[in-house]
């Protein structure tokens, strides 16, 4: 975090500035909002500036919740992903893409934020594309070793590029190697200070005896992740095991279930899941690898040679 500070003063002149101003296109999943937050958390410990934030996303997704919540200003944007050649919405992107850059160039205007960050997916592109436009300084950072297409859109407009594995490099220009530096895959505190076994499960109620398992698919859920489970409810009841079992918003879990199977739309406090469990069974996103190797530190050799794989 500090090597991150002292680029964004060489980008920037922040001596005479008592405030740090940023606005931030983060969100669609947590993967893509929590290494913002996580930033964030740390930027005024770094800087000795003031920090005020202002975040832009979709109304409808993990940011518009979220954000609020962790006490900074969120503006919504039309912006949404591509859906398929035969969708409506994909006859309306080029309008909502349009839109949500004028939007966010009017936000640039009245904020006035010293930089503009962004992690990836659809949401960065109009962001990204606006502070260039404004001439803001625009700093772009990328969880996963492949970069994603807003990435590598606008990695040509950035003045930093921070990625999580130095393996990363090699999918970016040649032109683009010294705005590019390596810094790891940034995690909320709370995720880097874990509870005990003990009171994680007796923030849940939990057994403090039984064998625990946390399931999730990332923070939208993951359908075949879901079945799987679903399919073998029976076994997971008959073995006496307790379930922690976050479906995401669009699953209905089929069949009777005892007290030992706890289900959850969505965990807010991720720290206190992965601390009680015994065994996680997820989806291998980048941030939900990267919070699992903060809780359980003899993973980090052997996740980062899969998500390398």
């Not at 010294?178 to 895959?185: A, E, Q, R």
């Not at 489970?229 to 976050?246: H, M």
């Amino acid at each position: 975090m500090h090597n991150v500070f002292i680029n964004i003063k060489n980008i920037l002149s922040l001596e005479q500035v008592n405030e740090f101003r940023i606005l931030v296109a983060a969100g669609g999943t947590g993967g893509h909002l929590y290494p913002a937050l996580a930033v964030l958390e740390n930027i005024e410990n770094v800087s000795g500036k003031k920090l005020k934030a202002l975040f832009v996303g979709t109304s409808n997704r993990i940011e518009s919740r979220v954000v609020p919540q962790s006490g900074y200003e969120f503006f919504p944007i039309p912006i949404s992903g591509f859906k398929g050649l035969f969708s409506l919405d994909t006859f309306t992107l080029p309008f909502k893409i349009a839109r949500s850059i004028g939007i966010c160039r009017n936000l640039i205007r009245k904020f006035k934020p010293d930089v503009v960050l962004c992690t990836g997916a659809y949401i960065s592109y109009p962001a990204g594309s606006a502070a260039h436009r404004e001439k803001i300084p625009l700093i772009l950072m990328e969880s996963n070793v492949a970069p994603g297409k807003a990435i590598n859109m606008l990695s040509q407009r950035a003045d930093l590029i921070i990625t999580s594995f130095e393996e990363s490099e090699a999918y970016y220009n040649e032109n683009l190697r010294s705005k590019i530096i390596c810094l790891g895959n940034p995690v909320r505190k709370n995720i880097c200070l874990p509870l005990t076994k003990e009171e994680a499960r007796k923030e849940l109620g939990l057994d403090m005896q039984k064998k625990t398992i946390l399931v999730f698919g990332g923070s939208l859920g993951a359908k075949s992740i879901n079945l799987a489970i679903n399919n073998i409810l029976f076994a997971i009841e008959r073995e006496g095991w307790q379930l922690v079992w976050q479906i995401g918003e669009n699953y209905v879990v089929q069949g009777n279930f005892s007290e030992n199977v706890r289900v959850y739309k969505y965990i807010d406090n991720m720290s206190i899941a992965y601390s009680a469990c015994d065994i996680v069974v997820s989806r291998s996103g980048a941030t939900t690898v990267s919070e699992i190797c903060a809780t359980y530190p003899q993973l980090r050799t052997m996740s980062r040679q899969l998500m390398l794989w």
